[in-house]
């Protein structure tokens, strides 16, 4: 009796593909359109802009800050040359080297969030250009799959950045001044769950539209009013009728918290212990819905 081989179509089901067959075309179609983002990243020089910048923030970093650490003497902390503190407490000047670490830190989560809408808005519209739509479907892929790759490809980038960015930073910063804060590596998570979820903002509204520079605005418009939904206990005192307040609330619970989670990162670099999750669960929720939406209509579009 012949041995059976797993995964082989039998003799009666031939033509067919099996389950194991299927998958595995799937997930080298979903990678080799993966791949194609990052090829035309390439050949659009976006990729070189976006890791160009990158370098330039390090290099700034750089030659800035300047820390000169002298056990038992008078320890200084430099700014563009002047000194802006001094101290012969070790301790005291760590912890005023922590707030300086958080507000750097700050400074990067919001410089790649910008980057990674720029570079979403502007891989994700190419997509549904005459003849490259075409061009893409002519291969037997599904649309989702399609967009999918599309965003995957543009999150890997967007996070691969921050990684190369915020290690490099605590390389600089743990060399200049010798205070290892691991706290400061939190911002990598962080910053990508938020580009995660931004992006999917991203992709929800250029299917919408088919216009990059409205996909943009749309992330622009949430980052700006998070501070000011942020304010929402406060809000919720102050307006005057239960449908603003109802209104307010809904959309602060809505919109992606971009700057509580700023702010948390801000607190972990200082050495906070507590962790708010509703920040983080909302967002994820959010981004959740938004994906699904953008995914759902790109399916069901003729464009």
Same mark, same amino acid.
């Given at each position: 009796?012949?041995?059976?081989?797993?995964?082989?179509?039998?003799?009666?089901?031939?033509?067919?593909?099996?389950?194991?067959?299927?998958?595995?075309?799937?997930?080298?179609?979903?990678?080799?359109?993966?791949?194609?983002?990052?090829?035309?990243?390439?050949?659009?020089?976006?990729?070189?802009?976006?890791?160009?910048?990158?370098?330039?923030? #390090?290099?700034?970093?750089?030659?800035?800050? &300047?820390?000169?650490?002298?056990?038992?003497?008078?320890?200084?902390?430099?700014?563009? @040359?002047?000194?802006?503190?001094?101290?012969?407490?070790? &301790?005291?000047?760590?912890?005023?080297?922590? #707030?300086?670490?958080?507000?750097?830190?700050?400074?990067?989560?919001?410089?790649?969030?910008?980057?990674?809408?720029?570079? +979403?808005?502007?891989?994700?519209?190419?997509?549904? &250009?005459?003849?490259?739509?075409? $061009?893409?479907?002519?291969?037997?892929?599904?649309?989702?799959? =399609?967009?999918?790759?599309?965003?995957?490809?543009?999150?890997?980038? $967007?996070?691969?950045?921050?990684?190369?960015?915020?290690? $490099?930073?605590?390389?600089?910063?743990?060399?200049?001044?010798?205070?290892?804060?691991?706290?400061?590596?939190?911002?990598?998570?962080?910053?990508?769950?938020?580009?995660?979820?931004?992006?999917?903002?991203?992709? =929800?509204?250029?299917?919408?539209?088919?216009?990059?520079?409205?996909?943009?605005? $749309?992330?622009?418009?949430?980052?700006?009013?998070?501070?000011?939904?942020?304010?929402? &206990?406060?809000?919720?005192?102050?307006?005057?009728? @239960?449908?603003?307040?109802?209104?307010?609330?809904?959309?602060?619970?809505?919109?992606?918290?971009?700057?509580?989670? +700023?702010?948390?990162?801000?607190?972990?670099?200082?050495?906070?212990?507590?962790?708010?999750?509703?920040?983080?669960?909302?967002?994820?929720?959010?981004?959740?819905?938004?994906?699904?939406?953008?995914?759902?209509?790109?399916?069901?579009?003729?464009?």
């Amino acid at each position: 009796m012949p041995n059976v081989v797993p995964n082989e179509t039998h003799p009666g089901s031939k033509g067919r593909v099996t389950t194991s067959g299927v998958a595995s075309n799937q997930l080298r179609s979903f990678v080799a359109l993966v791949i194609d983002t990052l090829q035309e990243a390439i050949a659009r020089r976006m990729i070189w802009g976006v890791y160009g910048a990158s370098v330039a923030i #390090l290099l700034f970093l750089a030659f800035i800050l &300047e820390i000169d650490l002298v056990l038992g003497a008078k320890s200084t902390i430099n700014l563009f @040359g002047q000194e802006a503190m001094g101290t012969e407490d070790l &301790e005291r000047l760590n912890t005023f080297i922590s #707030l300086v670490q958080g507000a750097i830190a700050a400074f990067l989560y919001a410089v790649s969030v910008f980057v990674a809408i720029f570079l +979403g808005a502007g891989l994700s519209s190419t997509i549904l &250009e005459r003849g490259r739509l075409d $061009a893409l479907l002519a291969r037997p892929i599904p649309r989702v799959q =399609l967009l999918l790759a599309r965003y995957t490809g543009i999150l890997l980038i $967007a996070c691969t950045n921050v990684v190369l960015l915020i290690v $490099a930073s605590w390389l600089i910063l743990g060399w200049k001044s010798e205070f290892w804060n691991t706290g400061f590596l939190s911002a990598i998570p962080i910053t990508c769950f938020m580009i995660a979820s931004l992006l999917s903002l991203v992709m =929800l509204v250029v299917v919408l539209t088919g216009n990059g520079a409205i996909a943009m605005i $749309a992330s622009f418009v949430v980052i700006v009013f998070s501070p000011i939904l942020a304010q929402n &206990e406060l809000a919720i005192r102050l307006l005057p009728s @239960g449908f603003a307040r109802g209104v307010w609330h809904t959309l602060y619970l809505l919109a992606p918290k971009v700057f509580e989670l +700023g702010s948390l990162l801000v607190g972990r670099i200082g050495g906070a212990t507590t962790f708010q999750w509703q920040p983080v669960l909302s967002s994820a929720l959010f981004a959740a819905i938004a994906l699904a939406l953008a995914l759902w209509r790109f399916s069901k579009t003729d464009r």
